[in-house]
């Protein structure tokens, strides 16, 4: 993103000083897909693609800010009990107000701002958005006393508090925390985590957007949700001795006796979450050996339990799938709560372009549209450039 562009556009849409300029970058999750709300583990990288956001205080007590994308403009008091009705502009108050409760005494200040986090590719430009704020505020107005891990959990406030959206906690984990050529693997039971290293020799990790996102995804989520709390509930009756707060508790002996107890539906349902667990920390293993064929062929089975399984795929992405493996690509799978969005696929660099030339022909002749195409390179977390 050009720094200068966004100084440009501070300078003419405020009073022609300069502001501190920071950054915060979206994310991939490499493997762990609808593990967060079962206590087991995600896997998540920052990438090279997030917010910038230009900030000075205005010795005022009013927010001024301007989406440089959307041009538009949006104003509130720092104590203002609603809030703009704009929805980007809440995700701002929202930190503003969460800030606050951490004890930052935010006074008013000009913001200009600007992403490119492709929309709807499931990379959260709204958690970037967060933390680059919650960094911002912290820096200006907190002597930055406040935590990474404060930081993060704000950005979650602002989701369920302003934003009415109940996420976890791994898209802002991963803004914040994200360093340079490594990976994160968050236990999102006891939010302990480990920095794992990713420099992924002679391959490219790309994701392909089918442009698709289909309507079941909120309903569908839920009733998985249920499914893994049923299962839960029947281990508990079934194993009283036993402390069963999530599926994460249960190891596979343990499903198979409560198999008859469950409906075939919610079975594999848990299924899927045991051996994604499973996935995650064979993939830990393999990265620390530079072991890239192991992490793809887990990828492969992510996939294929997202949609067999977990029947959350879609048939956009089981072609750009299928299209993967017929290309040889080392490993690939949904990337996202599914029902549309990206595939996240790791591809070979001498494969590489006859994979996206391909991919983009077929997909077109399918469903008449290309898919996207991103390269993502992992990148640091949340910081001040200047």
């Given amino acids: 993103m050009d720094i200068e562009y966004v100084r440009s556009r501070f300078i003419k849409h405020f009073d022609g000083k300069t502001g501190n300029i920071y950054a915060s970058p979206g994310r991939i999750n490499l493997i762990g897909e609808h593990t967060d709300y079962n206590g087991g583990f995600v896997f998540p990288g920052a990438v090279d693609k997030g917010i910038m956001a230009e900030v000075r205080p205005n010795g005022t007590d009013t927010i001024m800010c301007y989406s440089i994308d959307l041009k538009d403009r949006v104003e509130f008091k720092v104590d203002d009990p609603q809030g703009p009705r704009a929805s980007w502009a809440r995700y701002i108050y929202g930190i503003v107000q969460e800030m606050k409760k951490l004890g930052v005494e935010v006074k008013g200040f000009n913001t200009a701002f600007a992403g490119d986090v492709p929309l709807g590719a499931g990379m959260s430009s709204s958690a970037a958005l967060e933390s680059c704020f919650a960094f911002a505020l912290n820096d200006l107005f907190g002597e930055n006393k406040v935590s990474k891990w404060d930081m993060a959990l704000a950005g979650q ?43 992924p020799k002679g391959y490219k990790l790309v994701l392909l957007d089918s442009k698709v996102k289909h309507e079941l995804a909120s309903s569908a989520y839920n ?28 190891d596979w002996a343990e499903l198979d006796a409560v198999k008859a107890e469950v409906s075939a539906e919610d079975y594999k349902r848990a299924h899927y979450v045991l051996g994604e667990k499973d996935r995650v920390l064979a993939v830990c293993d393999a990265l620390t050996k530079d072991d890239y064929e192991t992490v793809g062929k887990k990828m492969y089975e992510t996939h294929e339990g997202l949609s067999k399984e977990y029947e959350v795929s879609c048939e956009e992405l089981d072609y750009l799938n299928e299209l993967a493996k017929a290309n040889g690509v080392t490993g690939s799978r949904i990337m996202g709560g599914g029902f549309g969005g990206c595939t996240i696929n790791l591809v070979k660099d001498e494969l590489y372009e006859q994979f996206i030339s391909d991919a983009k022909v077929k997909y077109a002749a399918k469903y008449n549209r ?11 977390g949340s910081h001040k450039i200047c």
């Fill in 157 to 199: 406030a602002t989701e369920h508090n302003y934003c009415g959206v109940n996420c976890g906690i791994m898209d802002q984990f991963a803004s914040v925390f994200g360093q340079e050529g490594k990976l994160m693997r968050l236990d999102c039971r006891s939010r302990e985590f480990e920095y794992f290293p990713f420099h």
């Fill in 223 to 250: 009733e998985r949700r249920k499914s893994c709390e049923n299962v839960v509930e029947a281990l508990q009756k079934k194993f009283p001795e036993n402390k069963f707060g999530t599926l994460r508790d249960a």
């Fill in 370 to 380: 290309e898919p996207a195409v991103y390269n993502v390179v992992i990148s640091d």
